[in-house]
């Protein structure tokens, strides 16, 4: 199967459970055979992105996408007017789901897998 996979943060390198979890996940997908396309965003400098790619190609094909966080005020604002989890408002990134549009408009994939919750506002042009 060819997967598109959306993600909310890089698993490299990985320096916690969730990035642990996800970076074996990948690797178990990639052994029996499945091709990835990971999405994720990064708040890193230019060149930390490019070694991170460089790691996870072995992987998938990386599409890490430089964005960064706004204010946690701002964020918590738009969730209390939204009336939704700040969590999900935190991660609702427009560069990463730009990406996801560009993905889809490139290739077919067999499924999209938003990684969790809070990936899903980035997930949504598959669902077009």
Same mark, same amino acid.
């Given at each position: 199967?060819?997967?598109?996979?959306?993600?909310?943060? !890089?698993?490299?390198?990985?320096?916690?459970?969730?990035?642990?979890?996800?970076?074996?996940?990948?690797?178990?997908?990639?052994? !029996?055979?499945? &091709? $990835?396309?990971?999405? !994720?965003?990064?708040?890193?400098? *230019?060149?930390?992105? &490019?070694?991170?790619? #460089?790691?996870?190609?072995?992987?998938?094909?990386?599409? $890490?996408?430089?964005?960064?966080?706004?204010?946690?005020?701002?964020?918590?604002?738009?969730?209390? $007017?939204?009336?939704?989890?700040?969590? @999900?408002?935190?991660? !609702?990134?427009?560069?990463? &789901?730009?990406?996801?549009?560009?993905?889809?408009? /490139? /290739?077919?994939?067999?499924? @999209?897998?938003? *990684? #969790? $919750?809070?990936?899903?506002?980035?997930?949504?042009?598959?669902?077009?």
């Amino acid at each position: 199967m060819k997967i598109l996979w959306i993600a909310t943060k !890089a698993p490299w390198p990985p320096v916690d459970g969730g990035r642990r979890v996800l970076l074996d996940t990948l690797h178990a997908l990639g052994a !029996a055979g499945h &091709r $990835l396309t990971l999405v !994720a965003p990064v708040a890193m400098a *230019e060149s930390e992105r &490019r070694s991170c790619e #460089q790691e996870l190609a072995a992987v998938c094909e990386p599409r $890490l996408v430089a964005a960064r966080p706004r204010p946690r005020w701002l964020d918590g604002l738009r969730a209390q $007017l939204r009336g939704m989890p700040w969590t @999900v408002v935190r991660h !609702a990134l427009p560069a990463v &789901r730009r990406e996801v549009e560009t993905q889809l408009g /490139q /290739q077919r994939f067999d499924a @999209v897998i938003a *990684e #969790q $919750l809070q990936a899903l506002a980035a997930a949504e042009p598959a669902a077009e």
